[in-house]
């Protein structure tokens, strides 16, 4: 079964500063991967997806992933937070073989100070 | 842009009470899930739903739990007898397809005292 780690719990960052946010995965063959965030008392929202193609995904908000196969990596970056940012940021796996269902991490919790 | 829609936000119930959350999903969406989320840990899958019928479940989701959609539209978890280890907040999602992302409802906050 497909795993996710998320490293760190809280991340506090300067406004204007870069942000990235870590995660692994553990999946025996190429996963589908995700990143949605949590504004307080929201939903998750998607901020975007790897199924396949380019390892470099563009997302909304101005946030980008890199897929690192070799490093079972799917770290999250922005290159210049916003206040607004302050959120929960969750990475996600599913399987491309057997449950496509996503399995989640425990979250990164994104502190922005001005 | 459409929406999962989930209600009540905040639920509180005494412990061996049953409770019906409820969601509406995105309308033309086929597959369901629910997810919860106890409070400062993961966001848990419970179950899935496709075709009127659970496709897949997790450990948590036992005999006490149960899913329906009762009408087209709404899709709701029962708890049967909620324990206070029920407490969390619970999600409901839907995507288009199979390999098509989940949208998610902004939960309901179950507390059971």
């Known amino acids: 079964a497909q795993s996710v780690t998320q490293p760190d719990i809280h991340i506090t960052v300067s406004e204007g500063a870069s942000l990235e946010l870590r995660c692994n995965y553990s999946?025996?063959?190429?996963?589908?991967l995700f990143w949605y965030v949590q504004s307080p008392g929201q939903g998750l929202q998607l901020l975007l997806k790897y199924f396949s193609g380019d390892t470099l995904v563009q997302g909304i908000k101005g946030f980008e992933a890199e897929f690192k196969r070799s490093q079972s990596s799917f770290n999250l970056r922005k290159p210049s937070v916003h206040w607004s940012d302050a959120a929960e940021y969750f990475c996600a796996v599913g399987a491309t073989g057997g449950s496509y269902i996503p399995t989640f991490g425990r979250g990164t919790s994104l502190i922005v100070h001005p | 842009e459409p929406e999962v829609t989930q209600t009540p936000s905040h639920q509180v119930t005494q412990m061996g009470q049953e409770v019906i959350l409820r969601c509406v999903p995105i309308s033309n969406h086929l597959y369901f899930y629910w997810y919860r989320q106890i409070l400062g840990q993961k966001v848990e899958f419970l179950v899935s739903f496709y075709n009127n019928e659970i496709s897949e479940k997790s450990e948590i989701f036992d005999d006490q739990f149960s899913v329906e959609r009762p009408d087209g539209s709404n899709f709701t978890l029962k708890i049967r007898s909620t324990k206070l280890e029920d407490s969390a907040m619970y999600f409901c999602?839907?995507?288009?397809?199979?390999?098509?992302?989940?949208?998610f409802g902004n939960g309901t906050r179950l507390t059971v005292t």
């Open positions: 999602a839907s995507s288009g397809g199979v390999n098509s992302p989940l949208h």
């Open positions: 999946y025996g063959a190429t996963p589908y």
